[in-house]
């Protein structure tokens, strides 16, 4: 099998980069439409409108009404068709980013993507991924292409809540595992290929920034200042982690992050804060050394990421606690999952044991 990197086109990140962002939609269309929520339209319309109005290109919007789902999909898509745009850029969130990236495929135009946070590695991929409208993970849908430009503006990211921030590395925490997984099973990524070595030591690499610059970043971000551990961060969340997980491979942290969105009490838990919840499932899954845990307990709870059950909203006493966490292990093991990329077989009596023994490995690092 052939090995295979993809990336974006191009990828911008610094201070006040959202003042430039017309600059790179000029070369791919004239007339953009904007997909962003209303709580980021109210921080930012002003300056999409005025560096548009500066490099004279025309601009469209449509609000994002919370849910990257099939519906969401088709009504922006009706808009964008409404407009005459010929370009369209997704500004916010993760699942703004991704319904912005499906109406962009669907009406066979260009897409540049401007996230407000730095909460997930999806900017740079060429995939969406698509929930119910009840918040349920569906499916992911995969493009032939990744999108033509990612502006990562590091001041609008700085202001932006901590929680996401953090949660940001949760998502980037799994980048690393789950690409060394994927690698010595000599599974298929993402990106339709065998890992290449760069893919991999851009994963190493996300995780070693992590543990290095996290905290650091964290602090700066808490006092709504960015400085250079920030910027690493931002890098190593987005572009780091984005084209590790894409080009390297996913695995079981992903998957158990997908059996989680049945719980309800995890409905209001980030994307990467189950994800980092999965990373210690699949260590355990995988009989990992005890250093090597410790080392991800010690980073996540140091950052402020969940490494228990109860942290992400799910109490031991709550109503058929272990049948609904061997719901979860069920759906985790779907045909189809990333976890079925792990160097063994696993299955949902394996996962469910995993879940049970890394909540309370978590509880018990939590108490020493």
């Not at 339709?192 to 290095?212: N, P, R, V």
Request: charged share 20%.
């Amino acid at each position: 099998m052939l090995k295979v990197l993809q990336s974006p086109g191009k990828y911008v990140q610094g201070p006040n980069a959202l003042r430039e962002i017309a600059e790179y939609i000029k070369p791919l269309g004239k007339k953009a439409f904007f997909i962003a929520d209303q709580f980021v339209f109210g921080l930012v319309e002003s300056t999409l409108k005025t560096s548009c109005q500066k490099s004279d290109v025309a601009y469209h919007q449509a609000v994002f009404q919370g849910e990257c789902s099939q519906n969401e999909i088709k009504r922006l898509g009706e808009l964008f068709t409404q407009s005459g745009a010929d370009i369209v850029v997704g500004v916010g969130g993760g699942k703004t980013l991704d319904a912005a990236k499906a109406v962009a495929y669907y009406g066979g135009v260009p897409i540049v993507i401007a996230p407000t946070i730095a909460s997930t590695d999806a900017p740079t991929s060429a995939l969406s991924v698509i929930y119910t409208e009840k918040g349920e993970f569906e499916s992911y849908l995969l493009y032939p292409k990744n999108p033509d430009v990612v502006v990562m503006d590091t001041t609008i990211i700085a202001n932006a809540p901590v929680r996401l921030f953090v949660a940001g590395m949760g998502d980037a925490l799994a980048t690393y595992f789950e690409a060394r997984a994927c690698t010595n099973a000599q599974k298929t990524t993402m990106a339709g290929g065998l890992t290449t070595k760069a893919a991999l030591t851009l994963a190493e690499l996300c995780y070693q920034t992590l543990l290095e610059e996290g905290l650091k970043a964290k602090f700066a971000v808490e006092n709504r200042v960015s400085t250079k551990a920030v910027e690493d961060i931002v890098e190593a969340n987005t572009l780091l982690s984005g084209l590790g997980f894409e080009s390297a491979g996913l695995a079981a942290c992903h998957a158990i992050h997908n059996g989680l969105t049945v719980i309800e009490e995890c409905h209001d838990r980030y994307h990467g804060e189950k994800v980092a919840f999965g990373v210690l499932v699949q260590l355990i899954l995988e009989n990992s050394p005890l250093e090597e845990l410790e080392e991800v307990l010690s980073f996540s709870t140091a950052v402020g990421l969940p490494v228990t059950l109860a942290e992400l909203g799910l109490q031991e006493d709550a109503p058929r606690y272990h049948e609904r966490l061997k719901e979860a292990a069920k759906l985790s093991c779907a045909e189809g999952e990333t976890i079925h990329n792990m160097p063994f077989k696993v299955n949902e009596e394996d996962v469910y044991a995993a879940i049970i023994t890394a909540d309370r490995l978590g509880r018990a690092w939590l108490n020493s």
